[in-house]
């Protein structure tokens, strides 16, 4: 099974910055990466798919970016909405995998 | 706009089982593979099963294999997760969720005695 790991497991940060998590894939899965976003009690939300493509409705301070094993996600400028918990998947291959999430909260 | 609904969830027994449900509108559910992916309490998600568009394929992560069953009734738009042996361990939310897209709310499955 392909392994997932995101760093930091916990970003600090304030309205305004710009953040930037990392996934990374225990082997090659080209660009099969999507992304998630979930507030606590919520479902998770689809933000980017093919690894840097923006799912219809998501703010465009969010971009995704990487191929092979390692993987971004950028958040431009910080905003309110976007204190939250974030999830990498692998589709490359089955079974399916996330990472153990990154959870971005307010300095 | 995509909409998945789930239902099906409740309070089981060990050993027990259950089906859950997902109703999917607004886009061409037989062009679309559809996934279960569950979360249990306070923890990280977990991909369960997936199923191809046309029903003929399914996948499983190892520790429901044997347990669970996926399948889909194109006709309807309707997708399922069949699950027996159920355990402690099963209990979390379960979503359903569209190939590279959209997540249903979830619906709650509590296995205890």
């Known amino acids: 099974d392909i392994q997932m790991t995101q760093s930091p497991s916990t970003l600090s940060a304030s309205v305004g910055d710009r953040v930037t998590i990392t996934c990374r894939a225990s082997?090659?899965?080209?660009?099969?990466l999507a992304w998630y976003q979930q507030k606590p009690g919520k479902a998770p939300k689809f933000l980017i798919y093919?690894?840097?493509t923006l799912e219809s409705g998501v703010p465009s301070r969010f971009s995704g970016s990487g191929s092979g094993t390692e993987f971004t996600l950028t958040i431009s400028s910080l905003q309110p909405d976007d204190f939250a918990t974030y999830y990498c998947?692998?589709?490359?291959?089955?079974?399916?995998?996330f990472g153990p999430g990154t959870k971005v909260d307010i300095k | 706009e995509v909409q998945l609904l789930e239902s099906g969830g409740g309070l089981v027994q060990p050993g027990g089982s259950l089906r859950l449900s997902c109703a999917a509108s607004?886009?061409?559910?037989?062009?679309?593979?559809m996934s279960w992916v569950r979360q249990a309490p306070r923890k990280g998600l977990e991909w369960v099963s997936a199923?191809?568009?046309?029903?003929?394929?399914?996948y499983y992560t190892d520790s429901v294999k044997g347990r669970f069953t996926i399948s889909r009734d194109n006709s309807k738009n309707m997708l399922y997760l069949q699950m027996s042996s159920l355990r402690a361990e099963d209990t979390a939310f379960y979503y359903c969720?569209?190939?590279?897209?959209?997540w249903g709310q979830g619906t709650l499955v509590t296995v205890s005695s």
């Open positions: 082997q090659s899965i080209g660009f099969w």
């Open positions: 093919k690894a840097s």
């Open positions: 998947q692998q589709y490359d291959s089955y079974p399916f995998t």
């Open positions: 199923i191809t568009g046309s029903g003929g394929d399914t």
């Open positions: 607004g886009f061409t559910f037989t062009n679309y593979a």
């Open positions: 969720a569209k190939d590279e897209g959209s």
